[in-house]
């Protein structure tokens, strides 16, 4: 594409699975360009995640997100069943207490002695007591969900330009000129969507420099012995140093919850987490490691407060946040994009997410701060 798309209603930034389900839900009511820098959309941390769907994952302002999420997933066929298993460490239960604290009214978690830990968890090494079960933790086909928004935003109209890194940002009176690899594209409203690029994409507008941090995590698939069953749950470590997972063929996903500073960039696993996952596994359970077949690494991106950002940008006229889906992109798209298309299209919130309050999510929080 060569010259300007003129005219687009909306052009957005990023299609990982935020542009791509927030593409999906405004289609139909505008015309839309969803502009995406790399060749294929998903490359970055949407191709790069754990998959799983838990409600006590991101904190409490996220839970609701998440659970406002799970109707839609579920109709596009997209959750098999999992469970969680959040097992305490072995200084004590205090981290399980907490997640009691935080998720116990809305989310159901069974406690758990040793000895029913034993039998959800095989070869549990002993010396770590109990922990807590959570039975509606699913799987997530990441890339079916990805794929069904991009073909929705399709057959809706939405033009996707891939190849067409943005350079540059300026306002013409009413109109954001949007300069990219492939040609400049005008449009009166853009969509900061670009995950761990947020903040370089705000700089370029010149909107409220929020800090959307990238932070690196590792995971590594494992052929193990005896193979995995996959009827076994997520298994987290309540004081965040693990959690791994059943994969098909028996084998293991296993990541060592690193949380590594980092600039936005093609992630990489370094040999080091990788390492230092394994050990942590060796000590929790008793599989042998035959091994190391893949690892991959990716970018969490977190706003100041960890919630995600979404809503029109408060320096910046025509400029909307989508950003800051941090460890929970995947499992929240379908109540982010609804309240996302809602405040974009300056309509009342859908059914599914009327009783969530958005204000925590504006971005007008950091212009009080
Ligand atoms: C190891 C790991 C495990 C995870 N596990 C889970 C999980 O189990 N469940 C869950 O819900 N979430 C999980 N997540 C988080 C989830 O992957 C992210 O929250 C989600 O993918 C973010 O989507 P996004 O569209 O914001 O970002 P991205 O997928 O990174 O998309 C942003 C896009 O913007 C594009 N872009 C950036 N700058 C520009 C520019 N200048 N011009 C044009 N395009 C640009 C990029 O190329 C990219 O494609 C995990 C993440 C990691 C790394």
């Given at each position: 594409?060569?010259?300007?798309?003129?005219?687009a209603?909306?052009?957005?930034?990023?299609?990982?699975?935020?542009?791509?389900?927030?593409?999906?839900?405004?289609?139909?009511a505008?015309?839309?360009?969803?502009?995406?820098?790399?060749?294929?959309?998903?490359?970055?941390?949407?191709?790069?995640s754990?998959?799983?769907?838990?409600?006590?994952?991101?904190?409490?302002?996220?839970?609701p997100?998440?659970?406002?999420?799970?109707?839609?997933?579920?109709?596009?066929?997209?959750?098999?069943?999992?469970?969680?298993?959040?097992?305490?460490?072995?200084?004590?239960?205090?981290?399980?207490?907490?997640?009691?604290?935080?998720?116990?009214a809305?989310?159901?978690?069974?406690?758990?002695?040793?000895?029913?830990?034993?039998?959800?968890?095989?070869?549990?090494?002993?010396?770590?007591?109990?922990?807590?079960?959570e039975?509606?933790?699913?799987?997530?086909?990441v890339?079916?969900?990805?794929?069904?928004y991009?073909?929705?935003?399709?057959?809706t109209?939405?033009?996707?330009?891939?190849?067409?890194?943005?350079?540059?940002?300026?306002?013409?009176?009413?109109?954001?000129?949007?300069?990219?690899?492939?040609?400049?594209?005008d449009?009166?409203?853009?969509?900061?969507?670009?995950?761990a690029w947020?903040?370089?994409?705000a700089?370029?507008?010149?909107?409220?420099?929020?800090?959307?941090?990238p932070?690196?995590?590792?995971?590594?698939q494992l052929?193990?012995?005896?193979?995995?069953?996959?009827?076994?749950?997520?298994v987290?470590?309540?004081?965040?140093?693990?959690?791994?997972?059943?994969?098909?063929?028996g084998?293991?996903?296993?990541?060592?919850?690193?949380e590594?500073?980092?600039?936005?960039?093609?992630?990489?696993?370094?040999?080091?987490?990788?390492a230092?996952?394994?050990d942590?596994?060796e000590?929790v359970?008793?599989?042998r490691?035959?091994r190391?077949?893949?690892?991959?690494?990716?970018?969490?991106?977190?706003?100041?407060d960890?919630r995600?950002?979404?809503?029109f940008?408060?320096?910046?006229?025509?400029?909307?946040?989508f950003?800051?889906?941090?460890?929970?992109?995947?499992?929240?798209?379908?109540?982010a994009?609804m309240?996302?298309?809602?405040?974009?299209?300056?309509?009342?919130?859908?059914?599914?997410?009327?009783?969530?309050?958005?204000?925590?999510?504006?971005?007008?929080r950091?212009?009080?701060?």
């Amino acid at each position: 594409m060569n010259g300007t798309i003129n005219p687009a209603d909306i052009a957005i930034i990023g299609a990982g699975m935020a542009g791509a389900s927030l593409a999906a839900e405004i289609g139909a009511a505008a015309r839309v360009v969803l502009i995406e820098g790399e060749d294929q959309p998903g490359y970055h941390s949407t191709g790069r995640s754990a998959a799983f769907w838990s409600e006590s994952y991101g904190g409490p302002a996220v839970q609701p997100l998440t659970t406002a999420s799970f109707a839609y997933l579920a109709e596009q066929g997209v959750l098999s069943e999992r469970r969680a298993v959040h097992l305490a460490g072995p200084s004590g239960s205090a981290a399980i207490e907490v997640l009691i604290r935080d998720y116990g009214a809305a989310v159901q978690l069974d406690r758990l002695d040793a000895e029913q830990m034993a039998a959800l968890v095989p070869r549990l090494r002993g010396g770590r007591g109990g922990g807590l079960s959570e039975p509606s933790c699913k799987d997530i086909d990441v890339a079916g969900l990805h794929a069904h928004y991009l073909g929705r935003a399709k057959r809706t109209g939405v033009q996707l330009l891939t190849d067409a890194r943005v350079s540059a940002l300026r306002r013409n009176g009413d109109i954001w000129r949007i300069q990219t690899r492939a040609g400049a594209i005008d449009a009166p409203i853009v969509v900061n969507a670009a995950g761990a690029w947020a903040s370089e994409i705000a700089a370029m507008a010149g909107a409220q420099p929020i800090v959307i941090q990238p932070y690196r995590r590792t995971v590594i698939q494992l052929e193990v012995d005896p193979p995995a069953s996959s009827d076994m749950p997520l298994v987290m470590d309540a004081d965040e140093t693990f959690y791994f997972k059943p994969e098909a063929g028996g084998r293991i996903w296993l990541s060592p919850h690193d949380e590594t500073l980092t600039t936005a960039c093609d992630a990489a696993p370094e040999e080091l987490d990788v390492a230092i996952a394994i050990d942590r596994f060796e000590k929790v359970v008793d599989w042998r490691v035959v091994r190391r077949e893949r690892a991959w690494a990716g970018l969490r991106s977190f706003s100041p407060d960890r919630r995600p950002v979404y809503g029109f940008d408060h320096r910046a006229p025509g400029f909307f946040w989508f950003a800051g889906q941090g460890g929970f992109g995947i499992q929240t798209a379908p109540a982010a994009a609804m309240i996302g298309a809602a405040l974009l299209l300056r309509r009342a919130l859908p059914d599914a997410v009327r009783h969530i309050d958005t204000a925590l999510y504006d971005p007008a929080r950091f212009e009080r701060s």
